[in-house]
């Protein structure tokens, strides 16, 4: 199995601009889980699906972030419009089942650069 | 507000053993504790997860206590590949996904 798959690994954009972060889950997980990291707030989960349906998308910072999974084997992040603080390195992470007592397989991040 | 809470860094030599403590006040009562290792420019990756008393994998043990309020994660006879940083993850009493800051360990010669 390849693992989680994330693109692009690099973005830069300019301010203002819409930014969409794709990931591809491990085949047969049923969980997905999007992380934003960054030096001054860590590791933060942003949204969290189960069977392709949003659970807690409590950690979406603000409604220019939107995330979506149309089907099992594929989720998007989309910041419209993108602000410098939003740069930042973007995780995404599935898991067999549920939250918490599984473990998460993280994809590679997409390290993002809103100038 | 749930808070997860281990020290920001601390070194070490080759052939120690490592131990790295999260305190996490407010873990959800059926949740379990999961340690992450992170390389620079990597994703994390699972080390091991437990839910009481000790746990043991051919990397790493997990001991934590009867409160369940923190863990120590113990690295043995660590090499220099081991230098990253480790986080601890809980879910806290509200369903809240938390990672701890992350200790950055350095394995020197």
């Known amino acids: 199995d390849a693992g989680v798959i994330q693109s692009p690994r690099h973005e830069v954009t300019e301010m203002g601009q819409e930014v969409t972060l794709r990931c591809k889950p491990i085949s047969g997980h049923n969980s997905l889980f999007w992380y934003r990291q960054t030096m001054m707030r860590g590791l933060e989960l942003l949204i969290y699906?189960?069977?392709?349906?949003?659970?807690?998308d409590s950690g979406m910072p603000e409604d220019r972030f939107s995330a979506k999974m149309p089907n099992a084997s594929f989720s998007t992040l989309k910041i419209q419009p993108s602000e410098p603080r939003d740069s930042a390195v973007y995780f995404c992470a599935s898991s067999l089942m549920g939250r918490g007592g599984n473990e998460q397989f993280f994809g590679p991040g997409t390290r993002l650069t809103v100038l | 507000l749930a808070k997860t809470t281990q020290p920001i860094s601390m070194d070490s030599y080759e052939g120690q053993e490592v131990n790295i403590t999260c305190s996490h006040n407010?873990?959800?009562?059926?949740?379990?504790i999961t340690w992450y290792q992170q390389f620079p420019s990597q994703g994390p990756r699972f080390i091991i997860q437990?839910?009481?008393t000790k746990v043991t994998n051919e990397v790493a043990s997990l001991f934590i206590p009867a409160d369940r309020k923190s863990s120590t994660l113990s690295l043995p006879r660590v090499s220099l590949s081991d230098t990253a940083v480790y986080y601890c993850?809980?879910?806290?009493?509200?369903?809240?996904?938390?990672f701890g800051g992350g200790t950055r360990v350095l394995v020197k010669p």
């Open positions: 699906f189960n069977n392709n349906v949003p659970i807690d």
């Open positions: 437990g839910y009481k």
């Open positions: 407010n873990i959800a009562t059926n949740d379990y």
């Open positions: 993850l809980v879910e806290a009493a509200g369903n809240k996904l938390t």
